[in-house]
């Protein structure tokens, strides 16, 4: 038997080729697993973040405000940007190599002949990981789906669900109400359930009828609204009035809403804090969220890879002012490129579009195909990856101009690489 991997590189490696298939949604394999490691449980208090689009952003700003009110509080998101590390932090800061590694070697002691996906072995890693840092509240994002994710192995206090758009239609259903029974897999019986639209597909409010949880939706429930500059929020019993968050976009503000449900419903009292939870608003930072990192030209990343978040950030860019968005597009073969386009062709007037590699990866010639058919050839070119677009973009940028960098969590973390190497 070859020795278990003694560095964070080697055991990615090692766990994205060994199973099978990457998505092989199921509890049994998993459970089995978790039942031997003792059914680790991240802290006492947990709330689970399901969805289309939205739940990095909803699970960052729920970990702040249960932070800024004293609570010591683990996150457990994907995928990651530059290090997988990212996906598990303890009040704010990543896990360790160490603590990491420790983890990945229980796991991999406990599994025996059971075979787990990349996914899967790295969520029971992030339970072990929390588990024993004496937590007050975690808050865990679902890979995919809900019903069958393997985040679901664990019964939330606070079941969220984001906006619910079309995607991995392939293992989700072909329609919305399919998709939203999916979701609404992780809501728990009399256990509240917090929607970030208000009107969720009705597969979702089905399920919490059935199994009578409380529902609160943004704009019926709970509501947010500008006042000045200052934002109202409204709901379970409470009225608060922040500042706006620091995050491009009314989606944001919309996300912070949805969190603020959450935080209420499982700790009434945090929004009372509202000198503590403003401080932690105004400092909140997510990386690849419509993030600025370059001027002049402006270039703006987003790791939006739906027709959904297409539409969030066009709606951005309608404040944009003048000149032209260049949109440095990369997407998996997976994804609804024609659809993406659709949502994002009134804010853009050139697409660079850009080979990504790997098994799903997407070539630019074929992507280019797909964009022309909903916005015409003339303002379409095809680049043999990321860095070629993106350089390109740069050499014909005007002062005025902005370059968006869109389609996938791989192109934000490609297009970051080539403009910190300069």
């Given at each position: ?372 058919k909903v916005t015409g050839a003339g303002a379409v070119t095809a680049f043999d990856g990321v860095r070629h677009g993106l350089r390109s973009a740069l050499d014909r940028a005007g002062a005025n101009d902005r370059i968006l960098v869109f389609g996938s969590f791989t192109t934000a973390v490609e297009a970051m690489e080539f403009l910190e190497a300069g």
């Amino acid at each position: 038997m070859m020795p278990p991997p003694d560095s964070i590189v080697e055991w990615l490696r090692l766990l994205e080729t060994r199973h099978p298939v990457a998505i092989d949604l199921g509890l049994e394999r998993i459970g089995e697993v978790w039942d031997r490691l003792g059914k680790p449980r991240p802290a006492s208090r947990l709330i689970t973040v399901a969805g289309t689009n939205g739940k990095g952003s909803t699970v960052a700003f729920a970990a702040a405000l249960l932070g800024a009110a004293g609570y010591r509080v683990g996150t457990y998101t994907s995928p990651h940007l530059m290090r997988y590390n990212e996906r598990i932090r303890i009040a704010g800061t990543e896990l360790t190599d160490g603590r990491l590694l420790d983890a990945f070697r229980q796991v991999e002691n406990a599994r025996g002949d059971i075979g787990l996906t990349y996914f899967e072995f790295g969520t029971l890693a992030a339970f072990l990981a929390l588990a024993d840092q004496g937590l007050d509240h975690a808050v865990l994002e679902v890979g995919l789906g809900g019903r069958l994710d393997a985040v679901n192995l664990l019964d939330a206090d606070v079941s969220v669900i984001t906006p619910i758009g079309l995607d991995h239609q392939e293992y989700l259903g072909s329609d919305l109400e399919s998709i939203g029974a999916e979701k609404a897999g992780i809501i728990r019986a009399g256990r509240p359930v917090v929607c970030g639209e208000s009107d969720p597909p009705e597969s979702v409010l089905r399920v919490a009828q059935r199994l009578r949880a409380p529902v609160h939706r943004l704009g019926r429930e709970f509501s947010i609204t500008e006042v000045g500059t200052e934002l109202r929020w409204q709901g379970l019993q409470t009225e608060i009035r922040l500042p706006r968050p620091p995050l491009a976009g009314a989606h944001q503000v919309r996300n912070l809403a949805t969190a603020m449900a959450a935080v209420a419903a499982l700790e009434s009292g945090v929004l009372t804090r509202g000198d503590a939870l403003a401080r932690a608003i105004a400092g909140i930072q997510i990386p690849g969220r419509l993030q600025r990192i370059r001027e002049q030209p402006e270039v703006l990343v987003d790791v939006g890879h739906n027709p959904l978040a297409a539409e969030a950030v066009a709606a951005t860019l309608e404040s944009a002012g003048n000149g032209r968005t260049i949109c440095v597009l990369g997407m998996l073969r997976d994804k609804d490129a024609a659809g993406v386009a659709a949502g994002l062709a009134d804010r853009v007037e050139i697409w660079h579009c850009c080979s990504l590699g790997g098994e799903r990866g997407r070539s630019g010639t074929d992507l280019a195909g797909e964009v022309a058919k909903v916005t015409g050839a003339g303002a379409v070119t095809a680049f043999d990856g990321v860095r070629h677009g993106l350089r390109s973009a740069l050499d014909r940028a005007g002062a005025n101009d902005r370059i968006l960098v869109f389609g996938s969590f791989t192109t934000a973390v490609e297009a970051m690489e080539f403009l910190e190497a300069g």
